[in-house]
């Protein structure tokens, strides 16, 4: 069966310190990958999205970078944090090119930038 | 673009009563809708979607959602809230993304609290 793996689950960074999120998927191939973020009050933000290795498409312009440099991982970085760039960050995975697709979400990453 | 908009940030039920979370949409073609739950936490998960098959869609732990075009609407109920109902939930639609796959576009949510 297919696990989405996601570490660390909290992490507390100061600012302008870099930052790395690993996010792995097991059991399936060629998946489609994306990480949101999640805000007090402001939802469930999409900041990136992979349909393969090396093809990131950005939906939010910001301090974040994303990469996929296998498969099943997608990495979120930062090489300076920012006090807005504190909240709860999501990668989730779906498996066909449809737009009534499934999302599994894994299980979040809180950050804290103080 | 396609957007969701879900009215009502907090919303607050007895047990036994009615749930009525609400979400429109925006979309300038036939929109694909969802509805994902979180507990705390945690990540989300899948309660039902819309796929044009039939208006009335009937979810997991008995929530169900009815797709109204003229109303621009896809309101989540269920008929008598448990105490294990409180969580958030989010209203989503999907988009076109580039390189032929889809994103999806969520609400901000709305927080469910069951009053015993």
């Known amino acids: 069966s297919q696990t989405i793996h996601q570490w660390p689950a909290t992490l507390v960074q100061p600012v302008g310190s870099p930052l790395s999120l690993e996010c792995t998927v097991e059991?399936?191939?060629?998946?489609?990958l994306y990480w949101y973020r999640q805000a007090a009050g402001r939802g469930l933000q999409l900041l990136f999205y992979s349909v393969g290795i090396g093809q990131i498409s950005s939906e939010v312009p910001q301090n974040l970078s994303a990469s996929r440099p296998q498969d099943r991982q997608f990495i979120l970085s930062s090489k300076k944090l920012l006090l807005s760039d504190s909240g709860f960050y999501l990668c989730?995975?779906?498996?066909?090119?449809?737009?009534?697709?499934?999302?599994?979400f894994g299980s979040g990453t809180q950050l804290s930038v103080l | 673009a396609q957007s969701v908009t879900q009215l009502g940030s907090h919303v607050s039920v007895s047990e036994g009563a009615l749930v009525l979370l609400r979400c429109n949409y925006s979309s300038s073609v036939p929109p694909y809708l969802f509805w994902y739950v979180q507990y705390p936490n945690q990540g989300l998960q899948l309660l039902l979607k819309y796929t044009s098959a039939a208006t009335l869609v009937k979810g997991i732990n008995g929530f169900e959602a009815e797709f109204k075009k003229s109303e621009t609407s896809f309101h989540l109920t269920k008929p008598s809230a448990h105490m294990r109902d409180a969580a958030e939930y989010f209203c989503a639609v999907s988009d076109r993304g580039t390189s032929g796959t889809y994103k999806y576009i969520f609400g901000t949510g709305t927080r469910l609290k069951v009053l015993a």
């Open positions: 059991g399936t191939s060629n998946p489609n």
């Open positions: 989730a995975w779906s498996v066909f090119r449809h737009p009534v697709e499934k999302l599994f």
